[in-house]
């Protein structure tokens, strides 16, 4: 069974602060990864996609990928209040037109 | 772009009613769709993949019966909850996947309210 491990938090940082997001995943096919920013009572909304090896850098936000140890992070720079939601890590395996989802992490950033 | 639409955005019926909830991509075709559910601080759970031009694929444990899903264009997916009942009340989520890399799109939510 396909899994996807997110630590659930809740993660504190100041603001400012650098904020760290680890996601690890069981299938070793997989091919494509998300980060998804939800907000309380909203829907999740695609802020980062990554599909090789390495960093992606997106404004603030830098996904990175290390598919021989089966890791994806996603990491906020200067962080701002406005970041406090869940996020959650997605991935896509092989062919399959599904999202395995993460159960969350919850950030927090404070004022 | 890559945007999907949801109507109603919050409903609340009485038991035994029947919702439907509409998912729409609006500036690109979607072959593919998909339902989740997501109750009060759980995560999402996917419900079905609804596919254009054929059946709906349900995932164990979902009630093909009960949640009716059609989708009939590139763009329009629904699905129906046949008669509701209180333990269906939850934040009923669509998505739609498009490009290269088959990204997912989220609708708004659905909040559903069975009285």
């Known amino acids: 069974q396909k899994e996807v491990e997110q630590n659930s938090g809740p993660l504190s940082v100041p603001e400012g602060a650098i904020a760290s997001l680890n996601c690890t995943y069981s299938?070793?096919?997989?091919?494509?990864f998300f980060w998804y920013r939800q907000y309380s009572g909203k829907s999740p909304e695609l802020i980062m996609s990554i599909y090789s090896n390495g960093d992606k850098e997106d404004g603030r936000f830098t996904a990175q990928l290390n598919k021989a140890s089966q890791y994806v992070s996603l990491l906020i720079r200067d962080s701002q209040p406005s970041d406090s939601a869940t996020y959650l890590c997605?991935?896509?395996?092989?062919?399959?037109?599904?999202?395995?989802f993460g159960s969350g992490t919850q950030l927090t950033v404070l004022p | 772009g890559a945007v999907v639409s949801q109507h109603p955005s919050w409903v609340i019926c009485k038991s035994g009613t029947s919702v439907k909830i509409e998912c729409r991509s609006l500036?690109?075709?979607?072959?593919?769709m998909f339902w989740y559910r997501q109750f009060p601080k759980q995560s999402l759970m996917l419900m079905a993949t609804?596919?254009?031009?054929?059946?709906?694929?349900?995932e164990q444990g979902v009630e093909k019966d009960k949640f009716l899903i059609n989708h009939a264009s590139l763009t329009l997916s629904t699905l129906t909850v046949t008669s509701a009942h209180p333990e269906d009340s939850s934040f009923y989520i669509c998505?739609?996947?498009?490009?290269?890399?088959?990204?997912?799109?989220f609708g708004p939510g659905t909040r559903l309210t069975v009285l």
């Open positions: 609804s596919n254009e031009g054929s059946k709906a694929t349900y």
């Open positions: 500036d690109f075709q979607a072959t593919t």
């Open positions: 997605a991935v896509k395996s092989g062919s399959a037109r599904q999202l395995t």
């Open positions: 299938d070793r096919v997989s091919q494509s």
């Open positions: 998505s739609a996947s498009t490009g290269l890399y088959n990204e997912q799109f």
